[in-house]
């Protein structure tokens, strides 16, 4: 409520949240993705930047980071440092990520630093998450396992934290999406975005 009646009094306002995309790096092609069809050189964001300018933003007033992007936050070197110096700065972190390089040392962090995570998984059986993803069919068991190892840090931390899957409904994934539900129902939600064929 404060930054709209400062909006009103003078006419602009600093945002309140922030996406940023540590890098353009993915381990993954999916059909869907810009970075797909796209020749992206490897570009990480400088770590000590970030942790720079995090004063920066709290001065601004930024409640909230989402770390997402372009590519796969979680490729970048050191996303895990980031995200501990944002929350250590009394700001709310969030994560999108396919999940696939997820560890069970990093879910531990990750359940502490984070507010929330989104994993996409973009298909309900190994063979059309292999084909959607561009990469090879036990990556979907990879992904699961991933999911499960971070539910589990999330009981054992009892931390205020919330892990949902995410989905983009396609034609190669449609009779899919109720198997695929019932496989995750056990995360805080499941959410599908839609895209037009």
């Known amino acids: 409520m404060d930054r709209l009646v400062e909006w009103k009094k003078n006419g602009h306002i600093m945002p309140l949240h922030l996406s940023f995309g540590p890098t353009k790096t993915c381990n993954l092609s999916c059909v869907f993705c810009s970075y797909k069809y796209k020749k992206f050189a490897p570009v990480f964001f400088p770590t000590q930047r970030f942790i720079g300018l995090l004063d920066e933003l709290k001065i601004c007033g930024i409640k909230s980071i989402f770390f997402a992007g372009d590519g796969e936050p979680l490729a970048h070197p050191d996303c895990l440092q980031m995200i ?38 973009n298909a309900g059986h190994p063979k059309s998450y292999a084909s959607i993803h561009s990469t090879s069919e036990d990556s979907f068991s990879r992904v699961l396992a991933n999911i499960r190892t971070v539910a589990q840090q999330r009981k054992c931390a009892h931390h205020e934290f919330t892990l949902g899957v995410q989905c983009i409904l396609l034609a190669e994934n449609i009779s899919e999406i109720h198997h695929l539900a019932q496989m995750v129902k056990d995360v805080s939600y499941f959410k599908k975005l839609i895209q037009s064929a």
Not at 94 to 100: K, P
Not at 107 to 115: E, G, Q, R, T
């Open 84 to 121: 501990h110096a944002a929350k250590n700065k009394g700001i709310d972190v969030a994560l999108n990520t396919n999940g696939l390089l997820i560890t069970p040392e990093m879910a531990s962090n990750l359940v502490k630093d984070l507010s929330w995570m989104r994993i996409s998984l």
